[in-house]
């Protein structure tokens, strides 16, 4: 059996923009921001995308200017995994990220914020012990 390199998880904390309450930044990154970015990922070989609607306090980590421990405020989670950390240099190369999602970025995350928005940002491999499974995915009855 040979042994493959496990896929890299990306957690990110957003600050939502400051003209945005907590649930028209919810609706927004579902039904706006979700639209845009899963051909992308999708092109680029992303296994899974997810949104956690949450908020909470996190010291920021993805500024280098800012070397603050004091906590501050995020409004939602984003997980990303993704087949290797190449995945990440092509996307950002791509006309679509600067022209499209970026921009959409800017419309509902705070943009003033440590790391423009996404104040920390973590990543490693993922080992995986149990998949998610997702109705309908294999054909299979969605009605339990």
């Avoid at 609607?53 to 993805?62: D, E, F, K, Q, T």
């Avoid at 421990?69 to 993704?82: H, N, P, Y």
């Avoid at 003033?112 to 109705?135: L, M, W």
Wanted: net charge negative; charged share 25%.
């Amino acid at each position: 059996m040979s042994e493959t390199t496990p896929p890299i998880q990306i957690i990110g904390y957003l600050k939502r923009h400051p003209s945005l309450t907590r649930e028209q930044f919810y609706a927004h990154w579902k039904n706006n921001h979700a639209p845009i970015v899963l051909p992308f990922f999708k092109k680029y070989g992303t296994i899974c995308y997810q949104q956690i609607h949450a908020s909470g306090l996190i010291v920021p980590n993805s500024d280098p200017e800012n070397s603050s421990t004091e906590a501050i405020e995020f409004d939602g989670i984003a997980m990303t995994l993704i087949p290797s950390m190449d995945a990440i240099a092509k996307r950002s190369d791509d006309p679509y990220f600067t022209e499209v999602i970026e921009p959409d970025e800017a419309r509902f995350l705070d943009r003033d914020s440590p790391g423009k928005g996404i104040i920390a940002i973590f990543y490693g491999q993922s080992e995986s012990f149990i998949e998610p499974e997702v109705k309908g995915e294999k054909g299979g009855d969605d009605k339990k």
